[in-house]
Nanobody
């Protein structure tokens, strides 16, 4: 059974930082490209960043320069380091496998003073 479990969300003030984690089980994690997506209230789910099994990364324009995606294949985990957070980053953040699609349950990030 495939499971993707996100953690690390929460409430943070504008300008603050959070690190999200997504730990996978039931898949050969090191062979998957992994992605982070987000969905804000009333909006469609959108791509934030991806990382291939070789470590190549890709970012949405909104994430460039502020967010960093990384992975640790030894612990089947992908991370999203988010810095300089803005209120418009408020959303539920999901991790996803690319290719054969599996989704995590999501973690809420709220940026507010």
């Amino acid at each position: 059974q495939v499971q993707l479990v996100e953690s690390g969300g929460g409430l943070v003030q504008p300008g603050g930082s959070l690190r999200l984690s997504c730990t996978a089980s039931g898949i050969s994690f090191k062979f998957y490209t992994m992605g982070w997506y987000r969905q804000a209230p009333g909006k469609q789910r959108e791509l934030v960043a991806t990382i291939t099994y070789t470590g190549s990364t890709n970012y949405a324009e909104s994430a460039k320069g502020r967010f960093t995606i990384s992975r640790d294949n030894a612990v089947n985990t992908v991370y999203l380091q988010m810095n300089s957070l803005k209120p418009e980053d408020t959303a539920v953040y999901y991790c996803r496998t690319e290719g054969t699609i599996y989704w995590g349950q999501g973690t809420q990030v709220t940026v507010s003073s």
